[in-house]
């Protein structure tokens, strides 16, 4: 089983559409989380930490949950701007602290 | 500006040849990592490096080396390529500590013949 599973889409949405990701990990002991935008032909970027609470940044929303082991990502009114792979990160202390990516989630936002 | 950068964005190699990756940040980070990205596979990490002339083994470390004798440069070699070895090569760093965000090269597409 990977560490970090993620369904891998495409997601086809409309403009203005509001779209969820899910991600699942199986390392009780991983201890932060992120999620990265990876725009096509070009390098992952942070797009956001994950916080236990729950956190927003702007359109944008991030949840987990420790006891399901999921964490999930909203975006409302989708732009086509948002068109990307995004992708789930875990980072587990106890492994050095290192980053265990999930596969992405293609997200396609169509006129 | 953050700024990491890798010595090619293509690469054709032909088996058995010796491949150098170069990979230099300018951010004095401690922490430098390189990736490979297959379709379906995600990234997964092939070495890393907390510090100058240190090195440690990532989930593929397999096929591979690295060099790290200066804090800016990370270099990934491929001592005799071989055709699994096609895919993209991702470099980041981050800062020491707990770390936090790593920041991306642009990659480099390296296909084996």
């Known amino acids: 089983r990977k560490e970090v599973e993620q369904d891998p889409g495409p997601f086809n949405v409309p403009e203005g559409a509001t779209v969820a990701f899910n991600c699942t990990y199986s390392n009780s002991a991983s201890q932060s989380f992120f999620w990265y935008r990876q725009d096509c032909r070009k390098e992952p970027k942070l797009l956001m930490s994950v916080y236990s609470s729950g956190n927003e940044d702007g359109r944008f929303t991030a949840q987990l949950n420790r006891a399901s082991q999921y964490i999930s990502l909203l975006i409302r009114d989708s732009k086509l701007s948002d068109s990307a792979t995004y992708l789930c990160?875990?980072?587990?202390?106890?492994?050095?602290?290192?980053?265990?990516f999930g596969q992405g989630t293609e997200l396609s936002v169509k006129p | 500006d953050v700024k990491v950068t890798q010595s090619s964005r293509y690469l054709v190699k032909r088996t058995g040849e010796k491949v150098f990756l170069e990979c230099v940040q300018d951010m004095d980070h401690e922490n430098m990592f390189w990736y490979r990205q297959d379709p379906g596979l995600g990234l997964r990490l092939i070495y890393f490096?907390?510090?100058?002339?240190?090195?440690e083994k990532g989930d593929i470390p397999e096929g591979y080396s690295v060099s790290r004798e200066k804090k800016e440069r990370f270099s990934l070699i491929l001592e005799s390529a071989s055709t699994n070895q096609t895919s993209m090569y991702l470099c980041?760093?981050?800062?020491?500590?707990?770390?936090?965000?790593?920041?991306f090269g642009p990659g480099t597409r390296l296909t084996v013949l």
């Open positions: 990160v875990v980072k587990d202390y106890n492994q050095g602290g290192k980053l265990i």
């Open positions: 490096s907390y510090d100058v002339k240190m090195k």
């Open positions: 980041a760093s981050s800062l020491g500590g707990g770390g936090s965000e790593q920041f």
